[in-house]
């Protein structure tokens, strides 16, 4: 596609319950990457992916977040047991890939609240 | 990890005027990338510059990779240039994994 596009873009969920959140990259961007911005801070590392592999998931809060990529192509994030503090927006992000010298496309974002 | 201090946190500009905002890295990188969050809070890639120069229309930015710091500069501001501006940095063995300074919140009034 021409951008990144990230779903739902608004998504209000109950303390306790699972959300996923979806992220389409670019067309041929092999890496792809998640961040959470909580309201008024910066952007914090979640995960990324160099085509369907993570090789670093240190960012990932909790055992409550997990990633997946299908390939070099849509990757969704799932937090279980959502709880208050997961509230943020959600970004995700794609790039060339390594190999390249070129910055990030990022989506609009998922806004989460959990109530 | 390594540290990425942004400066100044806030900056207040009449439009017409130039800026230079700063971005001080604790590390030696082998990324750095310069993102304008408007008010809508959509983030836009300015600058892919882990070293020298760089210009785009009103906007450039120059990063000293021995001395460890980026520059980006706004020249005739706009009340469109407001937003946050964040500096990214990825280092030795942490490819993919960016850093974000805390960003410098800049708003330009007519």
């Known amino acids: 596609g021409a951008g990144v596009s990230q779903s739902p873009s608004n998504k209000v969920t109950e303390k306790g319950k699972d959300v996923e959140l979806r992220c389409d990259p670019i067309?041929?961007?092999?890496?792809l990457y998640w961040y959470r911005q909580r309201l008024g801070q910066g952007l914090e590392f979640l995960i990324y992916?160099?085509?369907?592999?993570?090789?670093?998931k240190s960012g990932l809060p909790s055992d409550r977040f997990s990633a997946e990529r299908t390939g070099e192509s849509v990757s969704t994030l799932t937090i279980q047991r959502t709880q208050q503090e997961d509230s943020a927006v959600y970004l995700c992000?794609?790039?060339?890939?390594?190999?390249?010298?070129?910055?990030?496309?990022f989506g609009s974002g998922t806004r989460l609240t959990v109530v | 990890g390594i540290q990425v201090e942004q400066s100044p946190p806030d900056l207040i500009l009449q439009e017409g005027a130039n800026s230079t905002l700063r971005c001080n890295f604790s590390?030696?990188?082998?990324?750095l990338q310069w993102f304008h969050q408007n008010p809508w809070g959509q983030l836009i890639n300015l600058f892919y510059?882990?070293?020298g120069t760089k210009q785009n229309g009103r906007l450039s930015a120059t990063t000293v990779a021995t001395e460890r710091y980026s520059l980006l500069y706004i020249s005739s501001s706009q009340t469109t240039d407001s937003g946050v501006y964040f500096c990214?940095?990825?280092?030795?063995?942490?490819?993919?994994?960016?850093?974000f300074g805390a960003g410098t919140q800049v708003v330009v009034t007519p």
């Open positions: 992000a794609s790039s060339l890939g390594r190999d390249y010298n070129y910055g990030y496309t």
């Open positions: 067309s041929g961007h092999t890496a």
């Open positions: 992916f160099q085509g369907n592999s993570a090789p670093d």
């Open positions: 590390d030696s990188v082998n990324n």
């Open positions: 510059i882990p070293s």
């Open positions: 990214a940095v990825d280092w030795t063995d942490s490819w993919g994994k960016l850093q």
